[in-house]
């Protein structure tokens, strides 16, 4: 199979604010009121636990369907902790990035333990959001006159 192409565009409406489309669709990024923003969207950090969580579902459901068994319905809980101060400017140690996440899957189904166990080690082995968060991705960022 070919690879796909997936692409976003955006612009700055101010400081904190970025106006994102992505297909048809408009994504507002802004940062909370004690960052500085008008809190007018999600901050960047918290679309990327977003765009983890969405990803998890669709595999969840592909891989649930592959396995034979009913999934009704899933709750996906993340959160990650960052260090803000290399954000800031400050000296430390830390990474800019979230020093990990927890992720935490509550399946709506009928299946056993031990299916279960393959199902979440298939989701987090295929889930293309997953993988990019847990493996290196080659980024090269150039400057455009």
Known sequence: MADSRFRVKAHSENATKTVVTARNFKI???EPEELGGADAGANPVEYV????A????VMAHVI???M??????VEIDLHGDLNPEKLFGMSTEDRAGYKHITVRIKPDCDADKATLEKWLEAIE?????SDNLQNPTPVNIELKK
């Open 28 to 30: 507002i990024v802004d």
């Open 49 to 52: 636990l977003a765009a983890f």
């Open 125 to 129: 082995s295929r889930c293309p959001v």
């Open 68 to 73: 034979n068994f009913e999934l009704r319905g």
């Open 54 to 57: 969405g990803c998890l579902n």
């Open 64 to 66: 649930a369907k592959e």
